[in-house]
């Protein structure tokens, strides 16, 4: 079919569709999953429409308070809304009660019960999930509308990637705590920040000479973040089942409902999310083939940059502690490269993991002896829980040493335009 015209130039679903190996492929899916991998036409045309949507509500807070008084007065407004309610504020401005209100306001589809076993589920991955996720953003840094936020900002890149992606587990460890999105929970007011802080970053990029929005769209955009939330919920409940994981079905699908509502609040409305596993897989299909695979050397730095992110601790003094921070790194660069895909890893020109690639396997006769008992005496369930909670707290503190997530938006460049 014909590519309708509001995508970005580097939207090449319709481009590829007609290719023999993606023929293949589909034709494979229909033998083995029994329904097409490619979504119907109008899905996809939505996919990518949503490349040219961004977060309205919280782009109003930023022009008329971060842009118009200037950032130190955006954040001390937005801390003083989340530490004692926008009534505290002196004068809020409309535009911040309309941002309360907004995340205040329940989404139809919304399911508490749902959203704490999704929840519960991503919890249960421990520290692993965080090397994933991290390792499959690489895919990712192939892509300009990726890649080019990154790189113009210096987020991830050079020594910012260790700070930048420690940020990012923190946000991810305060959103699945237990009640973690209810209102006043620390979750909930780490996803405002960084809804604000992503609006903060569009708004800056928009207006750069470098940002080409007709093949790329809007900065962070709704598209990209749907991808995002993917990535924390149906791709690590299929991946990870290669490491001894055994999420059910039912698992992943409250995963992806979990990370719709932690999008919902961090302003990820996307005009179409997959309701079943089935249209999950139908998104990773047209994510597959619709790439175009041209941020060059920006996404290459910024791979490096990740593979590199534990290589040096600045708080490693004793020969103790830097032994530990040794074995960071190549465990760091084993999980990279095992979830990673060698046109990907060898193409960025990573560093070689050697064995370390199967550091990832070592534990899986006791991840999964651990998943079959949880699954055949369901009391265990809680025990799992807190040893996955203390697990990842004790590797988060480890690293941050005493610091706290800042979630502060980049205000000068790398490459000003």
Same mark, same amino acid.
């Given at each position: 079919?014909?590519?309708?015209?509001?995508?970005?130039?580097?939207?090449?679903?319709?481009?590829?569709?007609?290719?023999?190996?993606?023929?293949?492929?589909?034709?494979?899916?229909?033998?083995?999953?029994?329904?097409?991998?490619?979504?119907?036409?109008?899905?996809?045309?939505?996919?990518?429409?949503?490349?040219?949507?961004?977060?309205?509500?919280?782009?109003?807070?930023?022009?008329?308070?971060?842009?118009?008084?200037?950032?130190?007065?955006?954040?001390?407004?937005?801390?003083?809304?989340?530490? *004692?309610?926008?009534?505290?504020?002196?004068?809020?401005?409309?535009?911040?009660?309309?941002?309360? @209100?907004?995340?205040?306001?329940?989404?139809?589809?919304?399911?508490?019960?749902?959203?704490?076993?999704?929840?519960?589920?991503?919890?249960?991955?421990?520290?692993?999930?965080?090397?994933? @996720?991290?390792?499959?953003?690489?895919?990712?840094?192939?892509?300009?509308?990726?890649?080019?936020?990154?790189?113009?900002?210096?987020?991830?890149?050079?020594?910012?990637?260790?700070?930048?992606?420690?940020?990012?587990?923190?946000?991810?460890?305060?959103?699945?705590?237990?009640?973690?999105?209810?209102?006043?929970?620390?979750?909930?007011?780490?996803?405002?920040?960084?809804?604000?802080?992503?609006?903060?970053?569009?708004?800056?990029?928009?207006?750069?000479?470098?940002?080409?929005?007709?093949?790329?769209?809007?900065?962070?955009?709704?598209?990209?973040?749907?991808?995002?939330?993917?990535?924390?919920?149906?791709?690590?409940?299929?991946?990870?089942?290669?490491?001894?994981?055994?999420?059910?079905?039912?698992?992943?699908?409250?995963?992806?409902?979990?990370?719709?509502?932690?999008?919902?609040?961090?302003?990820?409305?996307?005009?179409?999310?997959?309701?079943?596993?089935?249209?999950?897989?139908?998104?990773?299909?047209?994510?597959?083939?619709?790439?175009?695979?041209?941020?060059?050397?920006?996404?290459?730095?910024?791979?490096?940059?990740?593979?590199?992110?534990?290589?040096?601790? !600045?708080? @490693?003094?004793?020969?103790?502690?830097?032994?530990?921070?040794?074995?960071?790194?190549?465990?760091?660069?084993?999980?990279?490269?095992?979830?990673?895909?060698?046109?990907?890893?060898?193409?960025?020109?990573?560093?070689? @993991?050697?064995?370390?690639?199967?550091?990832?396997?070592?534990?899986?006769?006791?991840?999964?002896?651990?998943?079959?008992?949880?699954?055949?005496?369901?009391?265990?369930?809680?025990?799992?829980?807190?040893?996955?909670?203390?697990?990842?707290? *004790?590797?988060?503190? *480890?690293?941050?040493?005493?610091?706290?997530?800042?979630?502060? !938006?980049?205000?000068?460049?790398?490459?000003?335009?």
């Amino acid at each position: 079919m014909d590519a309708p015209p509001e995508r970005p130039a580097e939207f090449l679903y319709w481009d590829r569709l007609g290719r023999r190996s993606v023929r293949a492929i589909r034709a494979i899916g229909r033998a083995v999953l029994g329904f097409d991998l490619a979504p119907p036409d109008d899905v996809v045309r939505q996919l990518a429409a949503m490349y040219y949507d961004a977060d309205p509500i919280a782009e109003a807070f930023v022009d008329e308070v971060y842009l118009g008084r200037g950032s130190s007065a955006g954040r001390a407004m937005l801390e003083l809304a989340l530490a *004692r309610g926008v009534d505290a504020v002196p004068d809020a401005p409309a535009s911040l009660r309309a941002l309360f @209100a907004d995340i205040e306001r329940d989404p139809p589809w919304l399911d508490w019960d749902r959203v704490e076993r999704g929840a519960r589920a991503f919890r249960r991955y421990g520290t692993a999930v965080f090397r994933f @996720a991290g390792a499959i953003t690489l895919e990712g840094y192939a892509e300009s509308s990726v890649a080019k936020p990154l790189a113009l900002t210096g987020a991830y890149a050079g020594a910012t990637a260790r700070r930048r992606f420690l940020e990012t587990v923190a946000f991810w460890i305060a959103v699945s705590e237990p009640g973690g999105l209810v209102p006043g929970s620390a979750g909930r007011a780490s996803a405002l920040r960084v809804r604000v802080m992503h609006v903060f970053v569009r708004r800056k990029l928009l207006a750069h000479r470098e940002w080409d929005a007709s093949a790329w769209g809007v900065p962070i955009s709704q598209g990209d973040a749907l991808l995002t939330l993917m990535g924390g919920s149906f791709a690590p409940g299929i991946a990870m089942h290669a490491i001894g994981y055994m999420p059910s079905r039912d698992d992943i699908a409250a995963m992806m409902e979990f990370w719709r509502y932690v999008g919902h609040l961090i302003g990820v409305r996307p005009r179409w999310y997959p309701r079943t596993l089935a249209e999950a897989a139908q998104l990773a299909f047209v994510t597959a083939i619709k790439g175009a695979r041209r941020s060059g050397d920006d996404g290459r730095a910024l791979c490096q940059a990740y593979a590199r992110a534990f290589a040096d601790d !600045p708080h @490693a003094v004793t020969l103790g502690a830097r032994l530990r921070a040794a074995l960071e790194h190549r465990v760091h660069l084993g999980y990279t490269r095992f979830f990673t895909s060698r046109r990907t890893y060898h193409g960025n020109a990573l560093p070689p @993991a050697g064995l370390w690639v199967l550091i990832p396997l070592a534990r899986l006769p006791w991840i999964a002896t651990t998943e079959l008992l949880r699954r055949v005496f369901p009391a265990l369930e809680e025990v799992v829980d807190r040893r996955a909670r203390r697990s990842r707290d *004790r590797w988060f503190a *480890r690293h941050m040493a005493g610091r706290a997530a800042e979630y502060r !938006p980049v205000e000068r460049f790398t490459r000003e335009g």
